[in-house]
């Protein structure tokens, strides 16, 4: 556009020289589908913004499963850690035990050690997704490993495992 020179609308006259009823109308032409373009934009920023929200829930739902792993197995290895401490005398029992397969019910015990060791089969297996746990005892130190799936979780995702170590006097 050169300066100087007015604006020629689609009827190639100058807009000063159109009837006052044909103004405004050139201008309308000029517009057309400016609307519909304005409603497609806020719809594609909408979607935007219900994909981000949609994500931050799906990314919460996954923590909080994965958090709520991490609490049971804490427990389980402080309620074992617990039930090692209150009964002292049979350490040896619970030396080298070692936790694996699929959830089944508690069989009980002849002892207060072998029940100890059957609630804590129980725990394991039922309460964490392919989970394995170990209890290793050293001089007075016990150690008690759990580790469990994260699979169900996030893809691809190894085992995560916790390991809590206590001494016994």
Known sequence: ?????PLRWITGKRREQLPACQRSNTVRLHQRGVSLLEVMIAVLVLSVGVLGAASLQLNAIRYSASADHA???????RDVLDRIRANP????SYAAASVTGACSP???GVNVAAQDMADFTQ?????????T???????GRVTV????????IMANAGDTTLVVSSVIR
């Open 145 to 152: 490993s759990i580790s469990w799936s994260e699979a169900r």
């Open 89 to 92: 005398s049979a350490l040896g």
């Open 133 to 139: 746990a170990s209890i290793v005892i050293a001089g």
């Open 1 to 5: 556009m050169q300066a100087g020179k």
């Open 106 to 108: 508690n069989l009980g």
């Open 123 to 131: 725990a394991v297996t039922c309460q964490l997704p392919s989970a």
């Open 71 to 77: 609490t049971r197995a804490t427990l389980i290895a």
